[in-house]
Nanobody, 122 residues
Framework: QVQLVESGGGLVQAGGSLRLSCVASGRSFIRYGVAWFRRAPGKERELVAAINASGTSTYYPDSVKGRFTISRDNAKNTAYLQMNSLKPEDTAVYYC???????????????WGQGTQVTVSA
């Protein structure tokens, strides 16, 4: 089992930046791939970034590529999502997820945080 707690959400103007954090507790974080998802009102959940357990491989969909950066500090059991050049359409609840895997991203994530709200004003 691993428990995940996100923080860092808030209200920001378009063009601004936010950094989300995901702190993990429980079993060894270094065995888990981590991903960030978001869900906007009326929309399906969307994967926005993923990183493998060692931090050497990342994945981004085109919608955020070049603006978002995922990273992790395994010594601190923490993953991050740096979001730059934010747009109103980035407004959503952002979730951290983890799965025990060596892959960059997984089809299934068994562990989820509670989510943190990100609101981007025009």
């Amino acid at each position: 089992q691993v428990q995940l707690v996100e923080s860092g959400g808030g209200l920001v103007q378009a063009g601004g930046s936010l950094r989300l954090s995901c702190v993990a507790s429980g079993r060894s974080f270094i065995r888990y791939g981590v991903a960030w998802f978001r869900r906007a009102p009326g929309k399906e959940r969307e994967l926005v970034a993923a990183i493998n357990a060692s931090g050497t491989s990342t994945y981004y969909p085109d919608s955020v590529k070049g603006r978002f950066t995922i990273s992790r500090d395994n010594a601190k059991n923490t993953a991050y999502l740096q979001m730059n050049s934010l747009k109103p359409e980035d407004t959503a609840v952002y979730y951290c997820a983890a799965q025990e895997s060596r892959a960059t991203w997984s089809i299934v994530y068994n562990y989820w945080g509670q989510g943190t709200q990100v609101t981007v004003s025009a």
